[in-house]
């Protein structure tokens, strides 16, 4: 996979299902859409879904789903996360995200991935869809 591939994935894995700040949001069945935009390439877009337990809704951090990815300098203000990420492992980079919750069913984030000399600008928008967690994909 080359490297713009793989940044691509990166930031597709890593923003999507980790943008649900808890204790904004509600606990269901989420919708992420993510466009990646990065040197050189059309902006990709992807949506997928993902479910919010009860106990990530409680929490101030965002759903653990991406291990090889570390959260510090975290802010919680209001509806707003604001948070670096360094990932390790399978990829390897750094970045920044914030995510701000207009409501309990809404939200948009912002995130910068910086890997291998690259860097991306992501935005992501999250709605809710349902309580029920049926045909979640993460």
């Known amino acids: 996979m080359n490297l713009k591939r ?17 204790a904004h949001g509600k ?39 991406n291990p090889g990815c570390k959260y510090q300098n975290v802010s919680v203000s209001g509806g ?8 390790s492992g399978q990829f390897n980079a750094t970045g920044h995200l914030t995510t ?12 910068t991935i910086n890997t291998n000399g690259m ?3 992501n ?3 999250g709605k809710w869809l349902k309580a029920d967690c049926a045909g979640a994909q993460h």
């Open 123 to 125: 935005a992501v928008e």
């Open 100 to 111: 701000t919750y207009d409501s309990d069913t809404h939200y948009n984030a912002t995130m």
């Open 119 to 121: 860097t991306m600008t």
């Open 27 to 65: 606990a269901g069945l989420w919708s992420s859409t993510t466009t990646a935009n990065m040197p050189g390439m059309a902006p990709q877009t992807n949506t997928s879904t993902y479910c919010m337990t009860p106990a990530e809704v409680a929490s101030d951090m965002p759903a653990d789903r």
């Open 80 to 87: 707003t996360f604001n948070a670096d990420m360094i990932c």
């Open 6 to 22: 793989t940044a691509l994935v990166l930031s597709f894995t890593v923003l999507a299902p980790a943008s649900a700040l808890a």
